[in-house]
């Protein structure tokens, strides 16, 4: 009879730094940038409904060092989300057949990546052409 080996729980403190939980650990705290910038932007709606003086302070709050530092870190962990989503999004969905060939994965990451880029750049491009 052949005996099965015990269960061996990890160190609770450690398991998240081990190489294959490292990555998915760091890419699920990225949530965290997103959610703070849905927040600085919710609080900028709730500004824009309660008039122009609120607006314009949450505009000067915005344009603040602490503001700028704060959406430096922010920018960052939303490109390091974006990137991981496509590099994961051919993985979870079905094989894309375009023509009658499978486009590789590879592609599929390198298109959203350019269009995620594109849109944020014209975003960037409407945003100063509606200050002037």
């Not at 060092?65 to 989300?81: D, E, K, N, R």
């Amino acid at each position: 009879m052949n005996a099965a080996r015990p269960y061996v729980r990890p160190p609770a403190r450690t398991w998240w730094a081990r190489s294959p939980y490292r990555a998915y650990t760091l890419r699920e705290l990225t949530g965290v940038a997103v959610a703070g910038y849905a927040l600085v932007l919710l609080a900028g709606l709730i500004a824009l409904a309660r008039g122009r003086p609120a607006f314009e302070a949450w505009r000067a709050f915005l344009a603040g060092p602490w503001s700028l530092a704060l959406h430096v870190v922010l920018l960052a962990g939303m490109a390091w989300h974006a990137w991981t989503w496509f590099r994961i999004m051919p993985k979870t969905m079905p094989r894309l057949v375009f023509g009658g060939r499978h486009v590789p994965q590879s592609w599929i990451t390198a298109i959203g990546c350019a269009i995620a880029a594109i849109s944020g750049v014209a975003l960037l491009l409407a945003a100063s052409w509606s200050e002037r």
